[in-house]
């Protein structure tokens, strides 16, 4: 696409890439840079430093966490998770199913939908800050609290709760995927043309025999996290890369297939090295963001072995106010580092390293369409195993053995229900209904009313398919609102179960959508309106004038599906025109 004139969010922009990509971005004078941080300092200092080289374009930013709601974007973790209002409200917040007051309390949410980017790129390293809550040691300290219970004292029994509740607000792959599916209805509810990701590998690119690692693993089980969140990342953007916007579907339906929805642009750049660097001074050294203090000890009070651990008073002394100092080359986000552990870590056969003007140079390839070579989703793409011309080719044999078994059995092959969800068995027990009282193509005179009547009867006569339906776990409502069902129902979830177990017509027509059979006329309407919509698709003449391979359901195919009593065919057209298709292949 065209940078020039467009709206363009960089999250994590006073980063070293951030900073690369912003500058290599203003090049082509976009009407607005927004760049977010997770402190007003960072950004403040950030747009200073970019004031100079924008020229026309406009500087903006924000800060805060985007991984939370907007009232707790400007809190530390340990405040977020060490109040009990707060670390419920974030727990519900990352568990519960998403709804539309968690996706738009979410500042994530909240900065794309004030902002209206055309173009967001994601430099935030999103593993890090997810596996570096390090839940292996919350998980070890719950556990170990767990075994020594009847030992623990009465303040250690009273902090257990919040003890649990910290380790479930420290899970990060219910945070990642919360975080994906609320990037995506922010993404496609503001029309957001492209989303790139600068993302990472975690170990630098290099193996399990990472020697830049700590703790007593090689690497370190929060390091394999790290890597673990990175792939996840990666393979939920692939996802993403498939999905068309739920308007697209809508709007731009046709018979013509080779004509596919409409999809936002997704794309991630993998740097698979030590990212290096902002600057090279002398100052001072700090750890975790505090000065390094100096200390001595007088070698005439060294401990002994027994001692060294828990000595009983400490020799050692503080030397004055003074901290240490030293040259250092910074890495940015990755911290500063000595000469030689930068010539360590940058040297063959290492790490190495990457330059962030490459990989800006790399983002801004991407963006304005050209062929990098680094987008991390076309190269899935390409070395995916994806549908094959012979899997297509048996298909059809496949589908005659069932249909010639279900004429010798005498038992028809409609749903069991374990590809889910259960709106597919639903669908398909419901057009199974229909087909047995009036065609797909003809016979459209039977309305609603007369229709719902008929697939009630038949269900109350019929005792086979009746029972069939109630043991897969759906449940059936009658005409008249009553439901019938079995032991199990797969609808509601646990989740969608109301409180007082007392259900209202809201959850009637929920759960009804959701998997259960629904004979009552207004979901008998929907299925009239459904086949006139086929039937008039069908019957349109530039539909059938057109032999070409171009239109892919004519009435051929349709004549052929109802002969057939294909009743998959009809569900697939449904889930195209409602629900979404696959984009790629």
Not at 426 to 449: I, T, V
Request: with cysteine; aromatic share 6%; hydrophobic share 35%.
């Amino acid at each position: 696409m065209n940078i020039t004139g467009t709206r363009i969010m960089i999250l994590g922009g006073p980063g070293l890439v951030g900073m690369a990509v912003a500058r290599r971005l203003l090049v082509h004078n976009p009407k607005e840079l927004i760049l977010t941080a997770l402190t007003r300092r960072e950004v403040d200092e950030a747009l200073v430093e970019l004031k100079n080289e924008a020229g026309e374009t406009k500087l903006s930013g924000r800060w805060g966490n985007i991984f939370v709601r907007s009232e707790f974007k400007d809190l530390p973790r340990k405040d977020l998770l060490g109040d009990p209002v707060r670390r419920d409200r974030f727990i519900l917040d990352t568990l519960e199913p998403l709804s539309d007051e968690i996706c738009r309390a979410s500042f994530l949410n909240e900065m794309i939908r004030e902002s209206k980017p055309q173009v967001v790129i994601d430099c935030v390293n999103t593993a890090t800050g997810l596996a570096y809550q390090d839940v292996f040691e919350e998980s070890r300290q719950t556990y170990a609290l767990l075994k020594n219970w009847n030992e623990a004292d009465e303040k250690a029994r009273g902090d257990f709760q919040a003890r649990v509740e910290t380790l479930l607000g420290t899970q990060y792959t219910p945070q990642l995927i919360r975080h994906i599916q609320i990037l995506w209805a922010s993404l496609t509810e503001n029309q957001v043309h492209t989303y790139l990701k600068v993302g990472t590998t975690g170990t630098g690119g290099m193996g399990l025999n990472i020697p830049y690692t700590h703790s007593e693993d090689k690497p370190s089980r929060v390091l394999l996290a790290k890597s673990a969140m990175a792939g996840a990342h990666t393979l939920l953007l692939f996802l993403l890369g498939r999905t068309a916007r739920e308007h697209s579907t809508k709007l731009g339906w046709s018979p013509d297939r080779n004509i596919k929805p409409e999809a936002p642009v997704i794309k991630e750049v993998k740097p698979a090295a030590a990212i290096a660097w902002k600057g090279i001074t002398y100052g001072e050294v700090r750890q975790k963001g505090k000065p390094v203090e100096i200390f001595d000890l007088d070698p005439s009070q060294a401990y002994g072995m027994k001692d060294v651990l828990s000595p009983a008073k400490p020799a050692w002394k503080r030397q004055g106010s003074e901290v240490l100092k030293a040259p250092y080359i910074d890495t940015g986000e990755n911290g500063i580092f000595s000469r030689g552990e930068f010539e360590a870590i940058t040297d063959e056969g290492q790490m190495e390293f990457i330059t962030p003007e490459e990989i800006a140079d790399v983002v801004a390839a991407e963006i304005m369409g050209g062929n990098s070579g680094g987008d991390m989703i076309s190269a899935f793409d390409s070395a995916i195993l994806g549908p094959t011309y012979r899997a297509g080719f048996l298909r059809q044999r496949a589908i005659e053995g069932l249909r010639q078994l279900e004429q010798e059995s005498g038992v028809p092959s409609v749903a069991f229900e374990n590809l889910g969800p259960p709106r597919l068995s639903k669908l398909l027990f419901e057009l199974h209904l229909l087909m047995k009282e009036r065609g797909l193509l003809k016979d459209n005179e039977l309305g609603a009313s007369e229709l719902s009547k008929r697939c009630e009867n038949r269900i109350l006569e019929d005792a086979k398919l009746r029972s069939q339906i109630l043991s897969l776990g759906l449940a059936i409502v009658l005409r008249d609102g009553r439901v019938l069902r079995g032991p199990n129902m797969i609808i509601p979830t646990r989740w969608e179960m109301p409180a007082d177990g007392q259900m209202t017509m809201d959850h009637l027509n929920r759960y009804s959508h959701q998997g259960w059979v629904d004979l009552r006329e207004p979901n008998l309407q929907i299925w009239v309106d459904r086949l006139k919509t086929l039937h008039d698709e069908t019957m349109r003449p530039e539909n059938n004038r057109n032999t070409g391979s171009g239109y892919v359901r004519n009435r051929t195919y349709w004549e052929t599906v109802e002969n057939q009593g294909s009743l998959g065919s009809v569900i697939s057209w449904i889930f195209l025109r409602e629900d979404g298709e696959r984009v790629k292949r």
